[in-house]
T-cell receptor, first 112, second 113 residues
């Protein structure tokens, strides 16, 4: 059973461009979470999704950030008009129900 | 979710048991204790969780005090590969409903030769 897959692993964007981060949950997992880790800081929750629904987006910045988890395909975290402060590691996690979450390897976004 | 307090760092000699404490004095009756670790800059790794009974798996043991206000994660024979930041998290778990993990600053465990 493959683990949580994230791609790309590294992403470089210039200020003002869009960043799209993809997350494929483990087989059979219908819950997806996105977390962000700024340099030298802890992980911060961003958003929790189930198939086609956003359940909790209390950690998402109000502007430029959006997330989806369509019926088919991976979950996407989209950042529009990136700024240098968006440079961070973005981790996706999935879970089958309510218990432990399994994390992917992360996408490291660098904004130049 | 209840707040947790962990020492910022600890050292442990390879082959010895590593005992990582966590205080969660405001934990409520329906909150579980979870432990995760993050090795270097990898994604966090689930270790173990429990409600009130002690738990053991192939990675570690979790000892929760009777009043549930504190717990200890035990790595029985630490190796260099156990060097990581260890996070103690308490969260409510409802059957069929998942919830976010709130990470604190964790304990940076350094295993040495």
């Amino acid at each position: 059973n493959a683990g949580v897959m994230q791609n790309p692993r590294h992403l470089v964007r210039r200020r003002g461009q869009e960043a799209r981060l993809r997350c494929s949950p483990m087989k059979g997992h219908s819950h997806v979470y996105w977390y962000r880790q700024l340099p030298e800081e802890g992980l911060k929750f961003m958003v929790y999704l189930q198939k086609e629904n956003i359940i909790d987006e209390s950690g998402m910045p109000k502007e430029r950030f959006s997330a989806e988890f369509p019926k088919e395909g991976p979950s996407i975290l989209r950042i529009q008009q990136v700024v240098r402060g968006d440079s961070a590691a973005y981790f996706c996690a999935s879970s089958p129900r309510a218990y432990e979450q399994y994390f992917g390897p992360g996408t490291r976004l660098t904004v130049t | 979710d209840a707040k947790t307090t962990q020492p910022p760092s600890m050292d442990c000699a390879e082959g010895r048991a590593a005992n990582l404490p966590c205080n969660h004095s405001t934990i409520s009756g329906n909150e579980y204790v979870y432990w995760y670790r993050q090795i270097h800059s990898q994604g966090p790794q689930y270790i173990i969780h429990g409600l009130k009974n002690n738990e053991t798996n192939e990675m570690a043991s979790l000892i929760i005090t009777e009043d549930r206000k504190s717990s200890t994660l035990i790595l029985p024979h630490a190796t260099l590969r156990d060097t990581a930041v260890y996070y103690c998290i308490v969260r409510v778990v409802y059957t069929g409903t998942a919830s976010k993990l709130t990470f604190g600053t964790g304990t940076r465990l350094q295993v040495t030769l």
